[in-house]
T-cell receptor, first 114, second 111 residues
């Protein structure tokens, strides 16, 4: 079974621009979560989707948004980029949003904002 | 304070056992996880344990859970240089689908 696929692997953007990141979950998985990883803050939860609905949201400004499609693929968007948005963005999928279904992560998208 | 705490670094010699420790605060935690992150990669699920268990063994990995003290450990037997990575502990609180991660322990294995 193919793992979680994130594209692109690397992105360089300028302050004020916007960016869209893509995530394809493991086949059959319906829940997708997004995390931001930085050296200073560690892993911070962004949001979680199940069946095209955002079920949980972390403590991030409204510039961060996401969506999930009917095939469970997900995208996240960051508008008006700031230098502090430079991070590794990780997507994870699980079979169902049940407590016994662990998260499986992709290799992430490394975003650099200059 | 942090919900999940881990020490930042651990250095061991190749062939020795490594023990990575983690403490958490939520007594309602149902599942606890260990993930491994190698440079340039995402988090790889190593193993996880349900809160009604106190031990789980999987080849070279042994997880011990002390629910009373809210303490979780990961023991890696016969540690190899390929085990050098960052190890994350995570706990999933009862009633929540969202795990909380520690800051990660960087394991350095010396030949």
């Amino acid at each position: 079974k193919a793992g979680v696929t994130q594209t692109p692997r690397y992105l360089i953007k300028t302050r004020g621009q916007q960016v869209t990141l893509s995530c394809s979950p493991i086949s059959g998985h319906r829940s997708v979560s997004w995390y931001q990883q930085t050296p200073g803050q560690g892993l911070q939860f962004l949001f979680e989707y199940f069946s095209e609905t955002q079920r949980n949201k972390g403590n991030f400004p409204g510039r961060f948004s996401g969506r999930q499609f009917s095939n469970s693929r997900s995208e996240m968007n960051v508008s008006t980029l700031e230098l502090g948005d430079s991070a590794l963005y990780l997507c994870a999928s699980s079979g169902t949003p049940q407590e016994d279904s662990p998260l499986h992560f992709g290799n992430g998208t490394r975003l650099t904002v200059t | 304070g942090e919900d999940v705490e881990q020490s930042l670094f651990l250095s061991v010699r190749e062939g020795d056992s490594s023990v990575i420790n983690c403490t958490y605060t939520d007594s309602s935690s149902t599942y606890l996880y260990w993930y491994k992150q190698e440079p340039g990669a995402g988090l790889q699920l190593l193993t996880y344990i349900f809160s009604n268990m106190d031990m789980k063994q999987d080849q070279r990995l042994t997880v011990l859970l002390n629910k009373k003290d809210k303490h979780l450990s990961l023991r890696i037997a016969d540690t190899q240089t390929g085990d050098s990575a960052i190890y994350f502990c995570a706990e999933r609180p009862g009633g929540s689908y969202i795990p909380t991660f520690g800051r990660g322990t960087s394991l350095i294995v010396h030949p």
